[in-house]
């Protein structure tokens, strides 16, 4: 039986490539579309196709009405929480790619979602190039001490860090050697110049028009640096197979699950 699918953010750059390809798969079926502004209009139609059947609904609760096996969420930072939990207490799994979403967040969501008996998928970046960034800076951070993350982005990304760089940062605090350089703590001028902790590790984020979205890992060590970095173009398309996969493998475990790379291997 096909997996019912809701988009949430259906109308959006992601969402709609997600919501198209949950249309063109045989083992997944589009169960609600969920965007403020096109609400009423059919999804296929709101995309510039053929009608799908779907009338797009402004709210995640209405959209759970028809009944689904998964909610994907490419809303806004300010969306996501509450349309997570929302899918969660009706039973729902649910697969996170919005950004913004902090570790106490993410919390929550594990503790709901245990307490329902419910599966969530959360990556900071669900293409595989910018996985394989993580897995590989993952792997450096066993040998190198020292390390930092920078994230670019376009002036209006709302949130800051990126998913990707608040993720990266999460996972190389759980390796994290002690640094170096002095504590920040004890530094003199401006110390919001070195960035802001996210675990052990400072992560700087640059908003400049030019930047779709890169990431990346620094390390240093005494006369050299290595540079891990992933750089996003300006196409939605490589989310959508590593989103489609967090689709197909959410509901086969209870709780939170963090990371794309969690699913390659
Ligand atoms: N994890 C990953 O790999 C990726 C993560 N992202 C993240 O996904 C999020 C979305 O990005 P992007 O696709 O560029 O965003 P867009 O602004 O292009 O699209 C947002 C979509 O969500 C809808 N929406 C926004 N707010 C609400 C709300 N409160 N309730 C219901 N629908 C809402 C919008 O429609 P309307 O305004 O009409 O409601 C629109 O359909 C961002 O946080 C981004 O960082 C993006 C790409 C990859
Ligand atoms: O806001 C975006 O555009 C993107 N956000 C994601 C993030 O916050 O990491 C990743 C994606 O590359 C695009």
């Not at 259906?10 to 490539?17: D, I």
Request: aromatic letters at 4%.
């Amino acid at each position: 039986m096909a997996i019912r699918v809701i988009v949430a953010g259906a109308t959006g750059w992601t969402g709609s490539a997600v919501a198209k390809a949950v249309l063109a798969a045989e083992d997944l079926m589009l169960a609600g579309a969920v965007a403020r502004s096109s609400a009423g209009r059919d999804i296929g139609e709101a995309l510039g196709g053929a009608p799908a059947g779907v009338a797009v609904v402004a709210t995640v609760e209405e959209a759970l009405r028809a009944g689904a096996d998964v909610l994907v969420d490419y809303t806004a930072p300010q969306a996501v929480k509450a349309n997570a939990l929302t899918a969660i207490s009706a039973g729902v799994a649910v697969v996170v790619g919005t950004s913004g979403l902090s570790a106490d967040d993410y919390a929550e969501i594990d503790k709901a979602a245990r307490a329902n008996n419910v599966g969530v998928f959360a990556a900071g970046n669900y293409s595989i190039t910018a996985t394989l960034m993580t897995k590989f800076a993952l792997m450096a951070a066993r040998y190198v001490a020292d390390v930092e993350v920078i994230d670019y982005a376009s002036g209006g990304k709302p949130d800051t860090p990126s998913g990707t760089a608040r993720e990266l940062a999460e996972r190389l605090s759980t390796l994290r050697k002690p640094a170096t350089s002095k504590p920040v703590s004890e530094l003199g001028g401006v110390r919001e110049t070195r960035g802001g902790a996210i675990g052990a590790v400072q992560v700087h984020s640059l908003r400049l028009p030019g930047y779709v979205l890169s990431c990346e890992a620094q390390f240093g060590a005494p006369g050299e640096r290595l540079l891990i970095r992933h750089d996003a173009g300006s196409d939605a398309a490589p989310y959508v197979a590593g989103t489609l996969l967090a689709v197909r493998r959410v509901r086969d475990e209870v709780g939170l699950r963090r990371g794309l790379d969690l699913l390659f291997d």
